[in-house]
């Protein structure tokens, strides 16, 4: 688990020969805000971008959809085993209730993680083929997307409905919240991609 945890941390650092460490000035920030611009949380897009972004090194939309979507896997793999440990602990605990309700969410985020991680082969495949199959990659990306964040959503609801209380449901519900917006970030970005491809390209939408 810990080599894909690193495996995927590098391959967010290094995706697209970028820089991570650069200090990003005001045009770097004022171009990740414009881009931004979409989304339903800017301000969480913005930190994920703007590491990436310098005076010389102004990712393109594509680009910008990748690195959104695949911090959201990256986040995801850590959420998920997150609520592993956290359904182990009230496992021994013998807490029936409290079990359940992390179970069913585990099973949620099992499910949103395959879909992520689809969506990210998928899109490095739509850069490679032909254009006659980039609305076919298109499709399969939002839909896979769309359904991580029903899948996050539902393992909110799940927690919700058993009234877990402490620590564990605060720090779940906080980790699979930032999954969620992570998500819906991508998908926004994804599609801004898009469209723009589809206008410079004169690809008709579906």
């Keep these: ?3 894909t945890f690193l495996s995927l941390l590098i391959l967010l650092l290094t995706i697209f020969t970028l820089n991570p460490t ?7 920030r004022a171009y990740v ?13 913005v930190r994920t971008l703007l590491p990436f972004v310098s ?12 690195i959104s979507l695949t911090t959201c896997l990256l986040k995801a793999r850590l959420t998920k085993a ?8 009230f496992h ?7 079990y359940e309700a992390v179970t069913d969410c585990l099973s949620q985020i ?3 993680v395959t879909q992520i991680t689809q969506s990210v082969k998928e899109q490095k495949r739509m850069m490679h083929d032909e254009e006659k199959y980039f609305s076919w990659h298109e499709s399969n990306v939002k839909t896979w997307v769309s359904t991580a964040l029903t899948d996050v959503t539902t393992c909110l609801d799940r927690i919700s409905d058993k009234a877990i209380g402490g620590k564990e449901k ?21 599609n801004r991609f898009t469209t723009r491809h589809r206008g410079s390209r004169g690809i008709k939408t579906p």
């Design 1 to 3: 688990m810990a080599h």
């Design 22 to 28: 650069v200090k990003c000035g005001s045009r770097a």
């Design 33 to 45: 805000e414009n881009q931004c611009r979409p989304t339903l949380y800017t301000n969480l897009c």
């Design 55 to 66: 005076k010389t090194n102004a990712p393109d939309p594509e680009q910008l959809a990748r």
């Design 82 to 89: 997150y609520v592993n440990m956290v359904t182990k602990e």
């Design 92 to 98: 021994k605990t013998k807490n029936a209730r409290y």
């Design 110 to 112: 099992n499910d949103g």
């Design 170 to 190: 605060g720090m779940i519900k906080a980790r699979v919240l930032n999954v969620k917006h992570l998500a819906s970030n991508a998908l926004a970005l994804f």
